[in-house]
Nanobody
Framework: QVELVESGGGLAQTGGSLRLSCSASARTFSVVTMGWFRQAPGKEREFVAAIRWRSGDTYHADSVKGRFTMSRDYAKNTGYLQMTSLRPEDTADYYC??????????????????WGQGTQVTVSS
């Protein structure tokens, strides 16, 4: 059983920053790609960012490019999403995801077989 544990959500003001963390618990689980998705009330889940675990190559949605940065600590098996210049439209539940298989469709939620429980981010105007 693989468990992804997220932390770091909360309340921020417009223009503020938050950092989300996602720790993969199982020793036998080898992350190939980790992703962050978000879902706002009444909206579909959308891709935010992804990282190739070994190379560190990252991908970011256009809506967060230049404001959010995904990174990882290889030794700690933990991924991070640094969020800056937050906007009210960033308000959502943020979900960490991971896959142990290579995927070229890193933006698709169906590419990930493991998911965290979600952490809420609220940005006040």
């Amino acid at each position: 059983q693989v468990e992804l544990v997220e932390s770091g959500g909360g309340l921020a003001q417009t223009g503020g920053s938050l950092r989300l963390s996602c720790s993969a618990s199982a020793r036998t689980f080898s992350v190939v790609t980790m992703g962050w998705f978000r879902q706002a009330p009444g909206k579909e889940r959308e891709f935010v960012a992804a990282i190739r675990w070994r190379s560190g190559d990252t991908y970011h949605a256009d809506s967060v490019k230049g404001r959010f940065t995904m990174s990882r600590d290889y030794a700690k098996n933990t991924g991070y999403l640094q969020m800056t210049s937050l906007r009210p439209e960033d308000t959502a539940d943020y979900y960490c995801s991971a896959t142990s298989k290579y995927t070229s469709r890193w933006w698709a939620s169906t590419s990930y077989e493991f998911w965290g429980q979600g952490t809420q981010v609220t940005v006040s105007s």
